[in-house]
């Protein structure tokens, strides 16, 4: 027992100042005079959590890791100066905070500031290309962390796949003009915007969820307003699908009588549907179509557990009929289809809901975005993001009381998650596993790398299992260890740190000299611990000490870019690299 | 000194067995070589193949009894066969053939390693190969907010402690749908990849060893999948990818199919544990100039039955346990369209093979191609929910005990199986 405390001391101290060469070596032997596993399984998930009491570093980095990309180098002082509050106050504030930098960089992306009906003339593979790389350089360069920590939230929770049809046009506005102007405002608000989005609208179907009794009339001449407007023409870039445009006028005359007039009308409407059906998608018969009305509530909102049924679902699917999509392959617009709408009374969570047209659904939209399920679901899911895996139901009826007396205010949401006692709680110190994403922006934000070509870091995050904006399923990416752990991940991510490390990257340089300064390569002494602070800010499991004092491969052959050769930088890299690829690294 | 993985494994089991600490995977390692463990030659194997795109399968295995069939494709249907001939379907049953660029699985289906299912697919009508994609890989049509993949849910219904980390493995970039989920599965593009990459020149022994050290001792989860993805990169080298040379004149041709089941066999052989193996193929989206017997859809399904194929021919005895099963999201338009193609449709085809497999003919309830026959007027019918075929071939080839987990929401009944599997 006692032998026991000696060692957790030991560590500990080693852990809270960083230790010197002597006390590292100390430890290292008296662990092997004591001969007991060499990580006591208590201190599994990291030595930290052995303290009791966080010192004020560790509550720092802890905050750096949970609510920015991680620390780069200064940070750690730069938030002790200005002081912890000030700095959740900051980044709770994005508006406030200067950014012109990463502003102006983006500004190479042309795609993000063109509107929807240009891009559908461009080739969807550089949309995407441009979107994955403007998301990597914000995570990394962006002074507005939080905002960017909160946007790729919202992105998963609120997912749309890039890959479905016409969500690769649309998923630039999307990403523009509906997740990021509402990512610290009112949930209602980002509710809403997801509901009236057209990729949304397409990549749950909702854009065909009708009436069974269409009024084609009804349809057809808003159609033929709309194209009036802006003549159309097909886009040779969408596959497979390809839209007429509809002749303005053509088939909508005459004026008769008799047989022939009778005639007339019947291929009146038959021309009616037609040229509906067309704007409706071919081949398509119209009905009501649940999948978003069932996801809203599933995923958006209540929770899969958070008290509606089967009926609400369909209910709700007709407060929703009519939001679809203009020309969802030429232009791709929200539009309320009054003639696709189902009319009469509708019951939703038993309330009775007829408003009419599309405040139908606008009534549903708002039920939903202030029901005590939504308060409950929307801050589980925050504090899992945040604090754990497994959320403390404390923290999380606070967030959800936090919800229901600010409507709904993200910002506010924030704030009691980050300053409640459960963020700070020693047992979530690096609980949390980093998603790929994280783990590359870390890495690159850690030893101050420099991209001016992210594609590179877009394919390795792709590799380590999260190709960006290509989740398929309607619940995004995952945000639990469970998931992202796996031999051929783990494998990834240790090439990730590697190449890095080692500069290979291209379109990224990292000067691992200037990570230690004075360091002297053949003296390792002089900046293993120095990096140790810098990367994994003092904290270090004894396996990673040991690994980290193995004598040096002899790497003489390779050379790297600009940065000297291998025989010089060599034993620098390889310490980077397994700082980067340690399993302390993998954890936030 | 440090006392190493190879340590044990040199020691054997007995050390093992005293070592509480050793990694699991270690303890799986020694088991391969233990008579009682479970024989890594004799597991069964699937080998999941999904054409992407919705291939046609009314010209793949083409109904040549049905006047309707030729009546509805005049420009794009292929011939019924004719004895001598080149350019048409070979008989299989006197009612369907085979396109003549599958002539490589007629002997396979005479020896009776090969069969086919006809009219099978999903009771989802979408005709979007997104949603159709994900239905068939999350096998919960209908429902989108599925997380996992039903061959990933296999691995859960039939867990395995001994489980190699090479018990799925997707030959892609990414992990597709239907391997996500909460057992472990590898996506790979080659096997080649599967190291630490220190670049062409680098000496990657010295990097590779001080990782292993980093997660040599450590409880926590990251450690212990960190021992045993240097495990998997160890069995890998001693699988010795470079110098693999195909068994019995096996020619696999030069695409990224052959490619992939090259590998999947090189792994079969390697014994490294391989349950189940997924890769897919595109190409099959063919809206304008199909082509018949000859042609654009002709071209692809050469490559793909040639791969398949050399597979079998190299794989050889080991055919024994393996099944070879391809999906494709849905069928085409049973009419050809004014482009000389056709339009997404609705009932498709599979193609089964292996030693488990009755194989020697078509399965079907075949719904036939008269107008009123066609599913909305148009498509080939559902006769076969794919999850049946799915279902049997997880029940009655993988022996899995709990089709519930596999498929939530579908009551898995065997008097639905087709009993393609022996």
New interface residues.
């Given amino acids: 027992m006692n032998r026991r405390k000696i060692h957790y001391s030991t560590l500990d101290s080693t852990v809270r100042g960083i230790s010197t060469k002597v006390k590292t070596l100390a430890l290292i032997s008296l662990t092997a005079i004591l001969s007991i596993?060499?990580?006591p399984?208590s201190t599994?998930?990291t030595n930290v959590s052995a303290a009791t009491v966080a010192s004020q570093d560790q509550a720092i980095v802890h905050l750096l890791n949970r609510i920015t990309y991680g620390p780069r180098p200064g940070d750690v002082e730069r938030v002790k100066e200005m002081g912890v509050n000030a700095f959740i106050e900051e980044q709770l504030h994005p508006e406030r905070i200067e950014d012109s930098k990463i502003t102006d960089r983006v500004k190479q992306f042309e795609t993000l500031n063109e509107n929807t009906q240009e891009l559908y003339s461009m080739q969807p593979k550089e949309l995407v290309t441009e979107l994955q790389q403007a998301k990597v350089l914000r995570a990394i360069y962006s002074e507005r962390q939080l905002n960017e920590v909160m946007v790729d939230f919202w992105q998963n929770h609120f997912n749309v796949?890039v890959?479905?049809?016409a969500d690769r046009f649309l998923m630039t506005a999307y990403d523009r003009d509906t997740i990021r102007p509402h990512a610290m405002g009112k949930f209602k608000d980002l509710l809403l915007a997801t509901a009236e989005s057209p990729a949304m609208l397409f990549y749950?179907?909702n854009w065909m969820n009708s009436t069974p009794n269409v009024d084609y009339a009804e349809v057809a001449r808003e159609v033929r307003a709309e194209r009036q407007q802006n003549g159309q023409m097909p886009n040779p870039n969408f596959?497979?699908g390809i839209n007429r445009p509809v002749r303005p006028g053509g088939g909508f005359g005459g004026v008769g009588g008799g047989i022939g007039a009778i005639r007339r009308q019947q291929q009146r409407q038959q021309q009616q549907q037609k040229q509906a059906q067309g704007v409706l998608g071919k081949?398509r018969?119209l009905g009501i179509n649940e999948?978003y009305a069932?996801?809203i509530m599933?995923?958006h909102t209540l929770g899969v557990n958070g008290g509606y049924t089967q009926k609400d679902v369909i209910e709700v699917a007709k407060c929703l009929t009519g939001w679809s999509i203009r020309q969802p392959r030429n232009d791709g617009e929200f539009v309320f289809r009054e003639g696709m709408h189902e009319k009469g009374d509708k019951f939703v969570l038993g309330q009775k809901i007829n408003a009419g047209g599309m405040r139908d659904g606008l009534q549903v939209i708002d039920l939903l975005a202030h029901h005590p399920s939504t308060a409950k679901f929307i801050s589980t899911k925050l504090v899992r993001r945040f604090v754990s895996d497994n959320p403390p139901q404390s923290l999380v009826d606070k967030v959800a009381q936090t919800f229901m007396s600010t409507d709904g205010d993200i910002r506010s949401m924030l704030k009691t998650i980050f300053t409640s006692q459960e963020f700070n709680s020693p047992d979530n110190y690096r609980a949390k596993?980093k998603t790929p994403l994280e783990m590359a922006i870390s890495a690159v934000r850690a030893v101050g790398g420099e991209a001016t070509d992210a594609s590179a870091i877009v394919r390795q995050v792709?590799?380590m299992?999260m190709?960006l904006y290509?989740a398929?399923?309607?619940?995004g990416y995952?945000d639990v260890?469970?998931s992202w752990?796996?031999?051929?991940l783990?494998?990834e991510r240790?090439?990730f740190a590697?190449?890095l490390a080692?500069n290979?990257l291209p379109g990224v340089s990292v000067d691992v000299k200037q990570l230690a300064p004075g360091a002297n390569p053949k003296e390792p002494a002089t900046y293993t611990d120095h990096l140790i602070k810098e990367i994994l800010h003092g904290s270090v499991?004894?396996?990673?000490m040991?690994?980290l004092n193995?004598p040096?491969?002899?790497?003489?052959?390779?050379r790297f870019d600009g940065n000297g050769t291998v025989a010089d930088n060599a034993p620098l890299v390889?310490t980077v690299?397994?700082l980067l690829?340690?399993?302390e690294f993998?954890?936030r | 000194m440090?006392i190493s993985r190879r340590f044990f494994l040199k020691s054997g089991g007995i050390a093992m067995a005293s070592m509480a600490?050793a990694p699991m995977f270690l303890r799986r390692a020694v088991a391969f070589g233990n008579p009682d463990g479970k024989s890594a030659g004799g597991k069964k194997v699937l080998i999941a193949i999904f054409q992407r795109g919705a291939v046609d399968g009314l010209n793949v295995v083409v109904p040549h009894g049905e006047e309707d069939y030729y009546k509805l494709r005049p420009s794009i249907a292929v011939p019924r066969p004719k004895s001598g001939e080149k350019d048409c379907a070979i008989d299989l049953d006197g009612h369907f053939g085979i396109h003549p660029a599958f002539a490589s699985f007629k002997p396979i289906y005479d020896q009776g390693h090969l069969a086919f299912i006809h009219a099978v697919g999903s009771p989802d009508?979408t005709?979007?190969?997104?949603?159709a994609q994900?239905y068939m890989e999350?096998a919960t049509p209908g429902s989108?907010?599925?997380?996992d993949g039903w061959l990933n849910r296999y691995l859960v219904s039939n867990t395995d402690p001994k489980a190699s980390?090479f018990r799925a493995v997707a030959f892609s970039?990414?992990?597709p749908?239907t391997l996500k989920g909460?057992a472990?599965?590898?996506?790979?593009a080659n096997i080649s990849d599967?190291?630490?990459?220190?670049?062409p020149?680098?000496?990657g022994?010295?990097?590779e060893?001080?990782?292993e050290?980093?997660?040599?001792?450590?409880?926590?989860?990251?450690?212990a999948?960190?021992r045993?993805?240097f495990e998997?990169?160890d069995m890998l080298k001693k699988a010795n990818p470079q110098q693999y040379q195909p068994a019995n004149g096996a020619q696999y041709p030069r695409g990224p199919l052959g490619n992939s089941l090259r590998q999947i066999a090189q792994l079969i052989k390697a014994d490294v544990g391989l349950e189940v193996a997924f890769t897919d193929v595109g190409g099959w989206?063919t809206?304008a100039n199909e082509g018949g017997a000859t042609g654009q859809l002709a071209n692809r399904l050469t490559d793909f039955s040639q791969s398949i194929t050399a597979l079998y021919q190299d794989l050889g005895d080991k055919m024994e346990n393996v099944v070879v099963l391809s999906m494709s999201e849905f069928g085409r338009t049973a009419a050809e369209n004014g482009a000389r193609g056709t339009?997404?449709g609705h009932a498709n085809y599979m193609v089964v093979l292996g030693g488990p497999v009755k194989g020697g003919k078509v399965y079907s309830h075949w719904p036939g191609m008269k107008r009123e026959q066609l599913y909305?007027g148009?498509d080939l019918a559902v006769t076969t929910d794919f999850r049946d075929v799915f279902g049997e071939v997880s029940m009655k080839h993988l022996g899995s005990q709990n089709a519930g987990i596999i498929f939530p929401g579908y009551q898995l009944s065997s008097k639905n199986f087709l009993n393609f599997i022996g």
């Fill in positions: 596993p060499i990580v399984a599994s998930r796949f890959g479905k049809g749950l179907d596959p497979g081949n018969k999948n069932r996801e599933e995923l596993m792709g590799r299992g190709p290509q398929q399923p309607p619940t995952p260890a469970e752990i796996n031999t051929g783990l494998l240790m090439n590697l190449q080692a290979k499991s004894q396996q990673t040991v690994a193995k040096m491969p002899q790497l003489t052959s390779t390889k690299a397994l690829g340690s399993p993998q954890r | 440090s600490a009508n005709r979007s190969h997104f949603d994900d999350s989108k907010s599925t997380q980390p970039q990414a992990l749908r909460k472990p599965a590898v996506a790979m599967f190291q630490i990459r220190t670049g020149n680098g000496n022994k010295g990097i060893d001080a990782f050290a980093l997660y040599g001792s450590g409880n926590d989860i990251v450690s999948t960190g045993e993805t998997a990169i989206d809206h339009d997404h909305e148009r």
